[in-house]
């Protein structure tokens, strides 16, 4: 699908008068023509205006911080000798610019994390502790 320019939304807007028929002869969704009618009315009162109107931008608002070689080391050997997790690691080496998830992702990488299994307690346990003679009295278990 091509993106449709601005202001050939706007101007079919204003030709049509209508969001369904100027979505349907532009082939894009209705709800893009009243968005962008929207924000061309918004700062004008009342009158649709199409210049000056951007795009939002679509690059991530928090770059991924790349690990230096020498910080990787550093977190890989300290977490062989001390067998700490990712969080741990990050407050005790000081890491202040690098979260504990890129931290995590690299030892998941290198196969140093160990998966916890699920644990679920069994609904009947045939231990002493769920016998009857061992509770006070009816409806206790």
Request: glycine share 6%; hydrophobic share 35%.
């Amino acid at each position: 699908m091509i993106r449709v320019a601005i202001k050939e939304i706007i101007l079919s807007f204003k030709r049509t008068g209508s969001f369904s028929k100027s979505a349907r002869e532009l082939d894009i969704s209705r709800w893009t023509v009243r968005r962008w009618v929207k924000r061309g009315t918004a700062f004008y009162g009342g009158y649709i205006k199409w210049q000056g109107l951007k795009r939002k931008s679509t690059r991530p608002h928090h770059p991924y911080k790349k690990l230096t070689v020498r910080q990787e080391n550093l977190i890989v050997s300290f977490k062989k000798k001390e067998h700490l997790g990712a969080r741990k690691i990050k407050y005790l080496l000081s890491l202040s610019r690098v979260s504990f998830l890129t931290i995590h992702r690299l030892l998941k990488r290198k196969n140093l994390v160990t998966i916890q299994p699920n644990y679920r307690r069994p609904l009947f346990q045939n231990g002493k502790a769920m016998r009857p003679s061992n509770t006070k009295e009816l409806g206790y278990l």
